[in-house]
């Protein structure tokens, strides 16, 4: 009987080239084709870095048709990797639905971990993150969007929200208007890109940087009041770090 191959979920840079991985590269080389969200970014990330291999095409409009042939091909004995447009596969991206037909077949998934938008925005956050709720991408209509930040504020924890560039605009509006224009937050504007920025302030302070910007962002809007002007207590030593 043929031994199934081998599926590598492979994060790649979520903006600058240079992030990716020496074994995200030494994964992307050995396998017999790369499973890509779009053609472009999947054949441009595979020409920057001198590897030529198949691409299969994996997104929201043909994973009912894809899926079935994907696995097939893995049970065949093909070793495949799955990348998105940037950053980590399967958080927010195609993926999900091809996991959960790889479940009991005996094909081994691993992880190649690397660059992704959430973990880099954390790194440069100032408030506690401890612990935290990923609300991640919200409903679209206004109301329901709305609703879910009441849901989410009523926590009392930090918020970690993304959208598309072109919606930035309207979910700070939003936020402002449920969680007040003097709440924290933290945007992080196109990570890791040469135009990348960083802003800590209130809403209002924060709002008012952005005015006709769009960029790729993830927000963080922090769970009280006051939250990152001064540092957190250790639960350990009781002393305050910075």
């Known amino acids: 009987m043929m031994k199934p191959g081998r599926l590598s979920i492979v994060a790649t840079p979520i903006g600058h080239p240079r992030d ?3 074994r995200a590269l030494e994964t992307l080389r050995q396998v017999d084709a790369v499973i890509c969200e779009e053609a472009r970014p999947g054949s441009t990330l595979l020409k920057k870095n001198d590897i030529q291999k198949p691409l299969i095409l994996l997104n929201e409009h043909n994973e009912d048709e ?11 004995g093909e070793n495949l990797a ?3 447009d940037c950053g980590t596969p399967v958080f927010a991206d195609p993926g999900r639905s091809l996991l959960q037909a790889l479940e009991d077949s005996g094909i081994q998934v691993t992880p190649v971990p690397g660059p992704a938008s959430l973990t880099a925005a954390i790194s440069v956050c100032k408030f506690d993150l401890r612990n935290f709720i990923y609300g991640g991408f919200l409903p679209r209509e206004r109301g329901e969007r709305r609703r879910a930040l009441s849901s989410l504020k009523a926590s009392g924890m930090p918020v970690i929200l993304m959208d598309a560039p072109y919606r930035l605009k309207a979910l700070l509006e939003d936020v402002t208007i449920v969680f007040g224009q003097d709440q924290p937050v933290m945007l992080g504007c196109d990570l890791t890109l040469p135009g990348e920025k960083v802003l800590h302030g209130s809403l209002r302070e924060v709002t008012s940087r952005t005015v006709g910007k769009k960029c790729e962002y993830v927000l963080i809007v922090s769970g009280r009041p006051g939250d990152g002007s001064v540092g957190y207590r250790s639960r ?3 002393k305050r770090r910075q």
Request: aromatic share 0%; glycine share 4%.
């Open 82 to 84: 799955l990348i998105s």
């Open 236 to 238: 350990r030593s009781g």
């Open 20 to 22: 990716i991985t020496l």
């Open 66 to 76: 894809a899926v079935p042939q994907i696995v097939m091909r893995l049970l065949n």
